[in-house]
């Protein structure tokens, strides 16, 4: 996984001009304007990293095959990356969904990607929790998808989730848990891929999940309890004003 | 409880969360439950803490990634309990 880290340090200035010219010029995507620009975002972000400089969770909302691309291009510049390399964040993503191809896997594979496949083994699984414990003890980054799928009805799924997230915050409690709610402003919800021209929402919001149980239930309490961190940023989203009209 | 007991028991706490409603039919102590009953990971977590909830014991993670089929619950449950 070191080889793996350096390697996508190296290419990062290829690989990440490239993903950000999908971004810009085919997708023609955007952050929304209104009261937070991209720059607002970043800023963040940067200032939560320095606050939060250890390992951490970004616990995002799922809803389209590239939310993990989309947030990385939102998050941070080319140069941010670069200048601070602890920025950039492992992904997850679904085996049977990027590894058919070689090219796809080579691209994973110097994206930072640790592939997880649902359904597998519990030492298939287990296996797979290894590597990004491995990632967290070196004070890296995993950007996860809390609910384990993509949700099918375009909403934060509060009654059918993964324990995955809590699994891991019982074995590095002091991961700092970042919430990310993300999603298109004209499209936005269940898709493979969002239709060129979208424009996105995101809120982050750093999140201490506390709870006095123990093991498997702790690991249920803390992922329920960032659940529904989702669902309370996924509900000012679609607030008062009427959702898609509520843009910052 | 003896061991037939715990199965019906078993069966009973994981038909809730098994997708494949045909497998249940067909239900015995060889069914996988993740590929059989296609109960997903996060589910079995349930179908453990239940297992500790209705047979008052503890499970450790270790024993709990080792269920693989109804038969490893009912004899690991069988275990505990004594």
């Given at each position: 996984m070191n080889l793996q880290k350096a390697m996508s340090y190296?290419?990062?200035?290829?690989?990440?001009?490239?993903?950000?010219?999908?971004?810009?010029?085919?997708?023609?995507?955007s952050v929304n304007g209104g009261k937070t620009t991209l720059k607002d975002i970043r800023e963040k972000y940067a200032e939560i990293r320095k606050a939060h400089p250890g390992p951490m969770l970004i616990c995002t909302n799922h809803l389209t095959y590239i939310d993990s691309l989309i947030q990385a291009v939102i998050l941070s510049s080319t140069w941010g990356y670069i200048s601070?390399?602890?920025?950039?964040?492992?992904?997850?993503?679904?085996?049977?969904?990027?590894?058919?191809?070689?090219?796809?896997?080579?691209?994973?594979?110097?994206?930072?990607?640790?592939?997880?496949?649902?359904?597998?083994?519990?030492?298939?699984?287990?296996?797979?929790?290894?590597?990004?414990?491995?990632?967290?003890?070196?004070?890296?980054?995993?950007?996860?998808?809390?609910?384990?799928?993509?949700?099918?009805?375009?909403?934060?799924?509060?009654?059918?989730?993964?324990?995955?997230?809590?699994?891991?915050?019982?074995?590095?409690?002091?991961?700092?848990?970042?919430?990310v709610y993300m999603?298109?402003?004209?499209?936005?919800?269940?898709?493979?891929?969002?239709?060129?021209?979208?424009?996105?929402?995101?809120?982050?919001?750093?999140?201490?999940?506390?709870s006095d149980l123990k093991g498997l239930r702790r690991a249920r309490d803390i992922s329920t309890q960032i659940i529904s961190r989702l669902k309370e940023m996924e509900t000012n989203y679609f607030g008062s004003n009427g959702g898609l009209a509520k843009v910052h | 409880?003896?061991?037939?007991?715990?199965?019906?028991?078993?069966?009973?706490?994981?038909?809730?969360?098994?997708?494949?409603?045909?497998?249940?039919?067909?239900?015995?102590?060889?069914?996988?439950?993740l590929e059989d009953l296609e109960v997903n990971s996060a589910r079995l977590v349930d179908i453990v803490l239940a297992f500790e909830d209705d047979f008052d014991i503890e499970v450790e993670d270790d024993d709990a990634d080792a269920i693989i089929t109804i038969g490893d619950a009912v004899k690991l449950i069988c275990t505990k309990i004594g």
């Open positions: 190296c290419l990062l200035l290829i690989l990440d001009p490239v993903v950000r010219a999908l971004y810009y010029f085919h997708f023609r995507f601070h390399l602890s920025g950039l964040a492992w992904n997850l993503p679904e085996r049977k969904n990027f590894y058919h191809k070689f090219i796809y896997r080579l691209i994973c594979y110097l994206g930072r990607c640790i592939p997880v496949e649902r359904g597998a083994s519990p030492a298939d699984a287990r296996q797979v929790t290894n590597q990004m414990l491995y990632v967290l003890r070196k004070k890296g980054i995993i950007s996860i998808f809390p609910e384990g799928k993509r949700s099918r009805d375009g909403l934060v799924d509060d009654k059918d989730f993964s324990y995955g997230v809590g699994q891991l915050l019982n074995e590095i409690p002091d991961a700092s848990v970042l919430c999603r298109g402003t004209k499209d936005g919800g269940f898709t493979h891929f969002p239709k060129k021209g979208e424009s996105y929402y995101m809120d982050l919001s750093v999140y201490k999940p506390v | 409880m003896n061991e037939s007991e715990v199965y019906e028991k078993v069966v009973g706490l994981i038909k809730p969360y098994a997708k494949n409603q045909d497998a249940l039919s067909s239900i015995s102590s060889e069914s996988n439950i």
